[in-house]
Every structure is written in structure tokens, then in C-alpha cells.
């Protein structure tokens, strides 16, 4: 992997992307529960977090989601204000959005929330047949627009910042693999040497894509979710709610003050013995997202395959971390950044993120130790270890 190239900046740091933003209405109400002493709250939010920290795939536990954010999304983690509270299972993971709004209000902005991340997740499917990006693929041609569009423009600008350890056009490499599906299963060194073949992000032009003739193999994975909870956000601020998360798994962002506390709670996982905390995060205002190894992989002949892949090799990445958790205003960007930052390692990854402005990070090595970026510990974002 070559040394990340930064664009130049007026100083050296690489602006956000501007994001998206919709309106919103209705759906259920989760009465209140009763106040908590401070004392057990943190005991109770850990137990959430063990409860919903995995979710066992058809054949084993080759898929831990749900790992940030679960200390802030049970009600008696609210201080004065009981907040609304919806899960639902979309994205192949758990979707929590915890707001602090009037009932007249958060019921409709989270089904409206809920609805744009479904509408994100068909955009962004590689497969969907007739889609734009199914026809991209088959080298048809397509404008990507919309959220498409939005989505692919932050991945690119991560990829071209992390000098492709990001790389959006992996789609046949993934599938090869089958992560995501039910068949996960190390392909054979040919298969992958003709799958990279045609991947590259250099092949994705700058400014419109994609023209007939160009058939790249798009997989969003690594930014959509993130891309899903900006949009879901900017639904509960156009409808006038005030404070929330949206939590995806563990991409999550938080808007507004929190009530009663100002800061948000945030778990990181510990990539070694997922159901356990690494540390915990606060933040304000901010997007959250993890990528690791332990999230969702599969071992064959005693080896451990993870799904975040060296666009280099087309093999799983290793790379001396086994978690990156990374801050930035949105969530689309922290997203990408984490892939890109776990396919980096610590010294490279470290070196994107501290040029990169308003990102800031918590990486995890394989032998345990806790590497973080100079702005955590700074104004709006502290860390503590367990
Ligand atoms: P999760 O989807 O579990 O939150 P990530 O955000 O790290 O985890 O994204 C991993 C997904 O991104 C993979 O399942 C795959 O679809 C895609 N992917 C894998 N490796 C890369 C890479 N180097 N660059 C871009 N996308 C990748
Ligand atoms: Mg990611």
C-alpha cells in the first residue's frame, strides 16, 4: 500500500462533503419507564449492550453487529427526558433510533426516518436487477443520481484520500468471497486474480458516473449504512426534533444536546471479546462508526476470514488492527474512514485521520493496545479506557 496522497488544503486538512437532507412525518410510541437511580444505569445499559451486542447468522456467529451506542439507547440513560425509542431489523442489522421530541412528533419522524433508510438501502444494492448500478455493472451505462450519487461521492473522496485502501469498485471480489450471504467460503487464488482484475478506483471517473462501456462492479457497503443514518437524521431535523441517535449497527451519529448531559455514551467493543467495552466514547454533536474484524467472518482449515478486504490482494485485510472506530460530522465519511483506516493499519490510518478535518479516531491493535488521533480527549470528544 502506498503513503495515503491528501489533496492540498489551505493548511492540510480535507474538508467534509456536504450532505443530505429531507423532511419527515409518523408511527408507535414507547411509553415511559420509570426514572433510575444513577447508580444502576450503567450496569443496565452494559447488560443491553451484552444482550443486543450479536446476532447469530444461519450458520454460527459469523455476524457481531451492534456494538456502539447502546449505552445511550435505553431511556434510563436520558437523564430528565424520557426519549422515544424504535428498533428495527433493515441493513442486516439492528437500526435504533433513540430522539428526544413530544409525542405528537417522534413516532411519525421515526417512520419516516425508517423509511428513508429503506429507501437508501434499495438505491445502494448492487443488485437489484434494472437498478442503476446493476447497470453500470453490465457496462450499460447509467446516470447515478440522488442518493447514488451523494453516496459514491464520499466514497470516492475517501478513496482517493486512503490512495484506494478504500475501494469502492470491489463488488465481484465481495461477492466472490460471500460475505453477506449465507455461503461464505474462501474462493481459489484464479478466481480472486481475475475478480481484482477488474476492479480499481482509478477506473471510476472524476465528476459524473458512469458512461456506457465502463463496467465496474460497485459494492457501497462500507458507506452506505453510514450514508442511511445521515439521511435518517436530517429526516428528525426537518421534522423539528431537537436530540437523538440513530444507531445502524454501530454506524451511528448523534444531533442536538442531550438533554440533562450534553454529552452523548458511546461503547467501543473489544475486538477480542466483542460483548465486553474497549472503552467509552463521548461526543457531542458527531457521527460514530467501527469497522472490525470480528463484525462478520467465517473460518475455514482453522483460519479466521474476516469481510474487510485488501483491494491490493483481494484477500482479507491484516494490518496490525483488529478495530478502527472513527468520529467525523457525518456518518457517510466516518463510515468509509474506518474501512479505509482498517485496510491502512495504525501508522498510515493514524496519518489519514489526523489530516483529515473534523475526523478523529480509536484504533485497536492485535495485541490490544488503544491508539488514538491528538483531537480525542480535546473539546466535544472524550475517551476513557476500561
Ligand atoms: P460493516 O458493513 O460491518 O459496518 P464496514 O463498514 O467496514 O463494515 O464495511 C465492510 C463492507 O465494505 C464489506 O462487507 C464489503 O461490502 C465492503 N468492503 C470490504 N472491503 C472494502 C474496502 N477495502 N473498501 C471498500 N469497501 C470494502
Ligand atoms: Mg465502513
Redesign the pocket.
Known amino acids: 500500500m502506498k503513503t495515503p496522497s491528501i489533496p492540498p488544503r489551505a493548511g492540510l486538512r480535507i474538508p467534509s462533503l456536504p450532505r443530505d437532507r429531507r423532511s419527515a412525518k409518523r408511527h408507535l410510541w414507547v411509553p415511559r419507564r420509570p426514572p433510575l437511580s444513577p447508580f444502576p444505569v450503567l450496569s443496565l445499559c452494559f447488560g443491553r449492550l451484552t444482550i443486543l451486542s450479536f446476532v447469530k447468522g444461519p450458520k454460527g456467529p459469523l455476524h457481531f ?1 451492534l456494538l456502539l451506542g447502546l449505552l445511550l439507547a435505553n431511556p434510563s440513560c436520558s437523564g430528565q427526558t424520557q426519549p422515544f425509542k424504535e428498533t428495527r431489523f433493515m441493513m ?2 439492528l437500526v435504533d433510533v433513540v430522539v428526544y421530541a413530544g409525542k405528537e412528533t417522534a413516532p411519525g419522524a421515526a417512520g419516516q426516518a425508517f423509511e428513508r433508510i429503506l429507501q437508501v438501502e434499495a438505491a445502494a444494492h448492487p443488485s437489484e436487477e434494472g437498478s442503476p448500478l446493476f447497470q453500470v455493472r453490465q457496462g450499460k451505462g447509467a446516470r447515478l443520481g440522488g442518493d447514488l450519487a451523494r453516496i459514491l461521492e464520499t ?1 470516492m473522496h475517501v ?1 482517493r484520500a486512503a490512495s484506494g ?4 469498485t ?1 463488488g465481484e471480489v ?1 461477492h466472490l468471497w460471500g ?2 450471504r449465507d455461503d461464505p467460503h474462501l474462493p481459489a487464488p484464479k478466481e480472486i486474480q481475475q475478480a481484482l482484475d477488474g476492479t480499481g478506483y482509478k477506473r471510476v471517473p472524476v465528476g459524473q458516473c458512469c458512461p456506457e462501456k465502463l463496467d465496474i462492479w460497485f ?5 452506505a ?2 450514508y442511511a443514518v445521515d439521511a435518517a437524521v436530517s429526516v428528525f431535523q426537518e421534522a423539528g426534533v431537537k436530540a437523538g441517535i440513530v444507531n445502524a ?3 451511528l451519529r448523534t444531533f442536538g444536546v442531550r438533554p440533562g448531559r450534553g454529552y452523548w455514551k458511546i461503547g467501543v467493543q473489544d475486538p477480542e471479546n466483542p460483548q465486553e467495552l474497549a472503552g467509552v466514547l463521548e461526543v457531542k454533536e458527531a457521527a460514530v ?4 474484524d470480528y ?2 467472518y467465517f473460518e475455514e482449515g482453522g483460519i479466521r476470514y474476516h ?5 491490493a490482494t483481494g484477500y482479507p ?1 491484516h494490518t496490525g488492527l483488529r478495530g478502527t472506530t472513527v468520529i467525523a460530522s457525518d456518518c457517510a465519511t466516518a ?2 474512514l ?3 483506516v ?2 491502512l493499519g495504525p501508522e498510515k490510518g493514524l496519518d489519514l485521520l489526523e489530516k483529515w478535518d473534523g475526523a478523529e479516531g480509536v484504533l485497536i491493535t492485535e495485541d490490544g493496545k488503544i491508539l488514538t488521533t491528538s483531537g480525542i480527549g480535546e473539546e466535544g470528544i472524550r475517551f476513557e479506557e476500561r
Open positions: 453487529f442486516g442489522t466514497a478513496s485502501a478504500f475501494d469502492p470491489l465481495v460475505f453477506g459494492d457501497l457497503g462500507g458507506v449504512k453510514g449497527g454501530g454506524d462508526a467501527t469497522s472490525g463484525q462478520r469481510h474487510i478486504l485488501d483491494p485485510a463510515d468509509a474506518a474501512t479505509a482498517f485496510v
